[in-house]
């Protein structure tokens, strides 16, 4: 039989009892505090699983990186020794907490919810099996969440930040006693060098939030380069590298919350324009059944906003009646 030390007792018996009731500030008890208050909004079983996934995620801790002045290139702990010593005392230090693992710059991973009960409603119900790549995944929470359901997840990215960041043992591969896999490709999607090879095809779906905007892609006004999404291939190019990803009967989604558009007085965000950059008859031309095409989701989009936050925290907070704003677009491929 198992015994406990006195010690051991001893020290449990010293944490006072308004201790249990301290919030879980860590970043994982965030995301399961967040995801218990989106279960309302929620309608799909799909989207329910996705939240209740919270509960597998892991504490990936502290992470340090190095990077450039310009930003450009990053380094761990474990390739830094690989740069000379003269440029290595130049290069700038950031420790990276638990917080910015799960959300980095783009924000909560659980607001990949809506398009899941988006999706649920087009058929895509069991994500045990599924096979899906994101273009942009910004974050690696929701494709944790979705492997950890039994999904082969797979992101593209450029911004050469989340390779490092996303690179320790347990990062990628396969998850274990969920059967799922994750896996993380660098560089630009269809045009760069080997990435279309890296990713490959059989797709049950390609999703894309917040990265492929009207205004990213075709901006109204001139807007600084490194503002935008180059593709480095035209609207009928990119959209029939997306067909040949997937399998017959596939889908590809875009999804994009976007703040009010700017008066022309003011200065041009092209992330205000969520519109899909894609014209119908180009996703009809390359062989997709449109399912839905640039509908609004506003109210559905405030809602999950709203479960999440977003309208709180005083100054910042946002205003999700006048500066939240949602397109999406689902198509099919049809079969052969």
């Known amino acids: 039989m198992r015994t406990i030390s006195v010690v051991a007792l001893m020290l449990v018996a010293a944490i006072p009892a308004w201790a249990a009731d301290l919030p879980d500030t860590t970043a994982v008890g965030a995301l399961r505090a967040d995801a218990k208050a989106l279960k309302p909004p929620v309608e799909s079983d799909a989207a329910r699983a996705f939240l209740d996934a919270t509960a597998t995620l892991p504490d990936p ?9 310009s930003r450009t290139h990053y380094w761990s702990d474990a390739t830094v020794a690989s740069v000379d010593e003269a440029a290595r005392a130049k290069l ?44 942009g995944y910004g974050t690696i929470g929701h494709l944790r969440l979705l492997a950890s359901l039994g999904a082969d997840a797979v992101g593209i990215e450029v911004d050469p930040l989340l390779p490092v960041l996303y690179g320790q043992p347990g990062d990628q591969g396969e998850i274990p006693s969920h059967g799922g896999k994750l896996t993380l490709v660098d560089g630009h999607f269809p045009a760069g060098d080997g990435v279309a090879e890296k990713v490959g095809g059989g797709y049950d779906l390609f999703i894309s939030k917040n990265t492929l905007k009207h205004g990213y892609i075709h901006p109204s006004r001139p807007a600084e380069p490194r503002m935008l999404v180059h593709l480095g291939v035209d609207d009928t190019a990119f959209v029939r590298a997306v067909h040949a990803l997937l399998k017959p009967r596939g889908l590809a989604m875009i999804y994009n919350l976007s703040p009010a558009p700017d008066p022309p007085d003011k200065p041009y ?27 609004v989701d506003d109210d559905a989009a405030r809602a999950m906003g709203h479960a999440l936050g977003w309208d709180q925290g005083g100054e910042g907070a946002m205003d999700l009646k006048n500066d939240l704003f949602a397109h ?3 198509v099919r491929k049809k079969a052969k």
């Open 61 to 69: 801790g502290w992470r340090t990186l190095y990077y450039d002045s």
């Open 92 to 135: 700038i230090t950031r420790r990276l907490d638990d917080h910015f693992y799960y959300n980095t710059r783009y924000g909560s991973p659980l607001a990949y919810a809506r398009p899941i009960d988006l999706l649920a409603r087009a058929g895509m119900k069991d994500w045990s099996k599924a096979r899906f790549v994101d273009f």
């Open 269 to 295: 965000r092209p992330w205000t324009d969520g519109h899909d950059p894609f014209p119908r008859d180009v996703w009809e031309k390359a062989g997709f059944e449109v399912i839905a095409y640039d509908k």
């Open 328 to 330: 999406y677009t689902i």
